[in-house]
C-alpha cells in the first residue's frame, strides 16, 4: 500500500523557517519524481514545487523560487521541503505526491501557519 506521510507543519511568525518532511512507504521512492503541493483555506491546491526521483534537478513555482528548497534521501525514502522567510500569504495545508505530473497518491497534509 502507498502511503506519504507529511509532518513538521506548525505555526510560526513572518520570516521564520520551517522544514516539512514526506515518509513515504510502499512503493519504489527513488524510482519516482515527487511533488510538493499546498492548498490555503477557500483556494484550490497550487503547486509549490518538484524533484526528479535521482534529486538532482527541481522545479518551484514562482511563489517559491529563492525561499523554498525540495531535497530528498532516498535511502530513507523521505521528501524534504525547506521553507525560508516565511510568509502569511504561505499559511496552507501542505502535501507531498507522488509523480511530477498526474500525481497519483497525496498524503494527507501538514498545517503551516504563519502569523505573528
Known amino acids: 500500500e502507498v502511503q506519504l506521510v507529511e509532518s513538521g507543519g506548525g505555526l510560526v511568525q513572518p520570516g521564520e523557517s520551517l522544514r516539512l518532511s514526506c515518509a513515504a512507504s510502499g512503493f519504489p521512492f527513488g524510482s519516482y519524481d515527487m511533488t510538493w503541493l499546498r492548498q490555503a483555506l477557500g483556494k484550490g491546491p497550487e503547486w509549490v514545487g518538484s524533484?526528479?526521483?535521482?534529486?538532482?534537478?527541481?522545479y518551484y513555482a514562482e511563489s517559491a523560487k529563492g525561499r523554498f528548497a525540495i531535497s530528498r534521501d532516498n535511502a530513507k525514502n523521505t521528501l524534504y521541503l525547506q521553507m525560508n522567510n516565511l510568509k502569511s500569504d504561505d499559511t496552507a495545508v501542505y502535501y507531498c505526491?507522488?509523480?511530477?505530473?498526474?500525481?497519483?497518491?497525496w498524503g494527507q497534509g501538514t498545517q503551516v501557519t504563519v502569523s505573528s
Open positions: 505526491a507522488r509523480r511530477a505530473y498526474e500525481y497519483d497518491y
Open positions: 524533484i526528479n526521483m535521482k534529486g538532482g534537478t527541481t
